[in-house]
Nanobody, 124 residues
Framework: QVQLVESGGGLMQAGGSLRLSCAGS????????IGWFRQAPGQEGELVGG????????MYADSGKGRFNISRDNDEKVVYLRMDSLKPEDTGVYYCAAVDAWEWPPSWSAPDYWGQGTQVTVSS
């Protein structure tokens, strides 16, 4: 069993930076790839990016390439999403999700566990 808790969201101005955290619990947390998803108002959820279980592999959606960075600390059982040069279109609820997968990239279509989400609002 893995539990995920996101934090760090807030109201930001365009151009600013924000770091979201995804705190995990459970001994098996380190075995999971972690993805960050965004649910924008009136839109389908989308994968923002993800990181492999050991932190050696990362991937980003085109919308975040060059601006977002995902990292993880397995000793602390936390995964971070650093977002720079924020844009209004980054607004949404951000969720982290755990995928039990050793291959890369994993299938992000059906994560095993989800967090409760944290709201990010970027004003222009």
């Amino acid at each position: 069993q893995v539990q995920l808790v996101e934090s760090g969201g807030g109201l930001m101005q365009a151009g600013g930076s924000l770091r979201l955290s995804c705190a995990g619990s459970g001994r098996s947390f380190i075995n999971y790839a972690i993805g960050w998803f965004r649910q924008a108002p009136g839109q389908e959820g989308e994968l923002v990016g993800g990181i492999s279980w050991n932190g050696n592999r990362r991937m980003y959606a085109d919308s975040g390439k060059g601006r977002f960075n995902i990292s993880r600390d397995n000793d602390e059982k936390v995964v971070y999403l650093r977002m720079d040069s924020l844009k209004p279109e980054d607004t949404g609820v951000y969720y982290c999700a755990a995928v039990d997968a050793w291959e890369w990239p994993p299938s992000w279509s059906a994560p095993d566990y989800w967090g409760q989400g944290t709201q990010v609002t970027v004003s222009s």
